[in-house]
């Protein structure tokens, strides 16, 4: 087995466990049970990024038409999980941005998911979770990396 297939059985091994918690999560977290779809959490993801992007941008990451991706984001605003906002120099131009209760339900995914790895993660003896948990620490580090890469 080469070190992709170990990655992704081990990767598939710990979604397994992990991802049923997360969607639980997911379908309790939104008010009066009208689910989020996979679109409207990615586009929260790609919306995680601290700064707003324009219309065109955001349709251009999540590989949507202009249109499809101006009802997307409406439908978001109507959830309060993003907010339209003016570019601070073009009064014409609108941004899209995560909202603070859209981030608020990101962070408490997170700490679903986080809560399923720690259970996972103590089944290990200390060495080997201190070894997990500076692993993830570096996947971070070089997640955050590319996130600043144009």
Known sequence: MDERE???AGFGDMRRAMIPAFLLDLLSAVDGGDELSLTQLATLYVLDVREPVSLGGLAERVGRSHSATSRLV???VRRGL???QEHP???RVRRVAISKDGDALLRRLERTRA???LEIMNRLDPADRALVGRAMALL???ARQERRTP
């Open 140 to 142: 971070g580090d070089a």
């Open 115 to 117: 809560d399923a790895q």
């Open 82 to 84: 993003v907010e339209r």
């Open 89 to 91: 120099t073009d009064r």
């Open 74 to 76: 409406d439908a978001l």
């Open 6 to 8: 170990r990655l992704a």
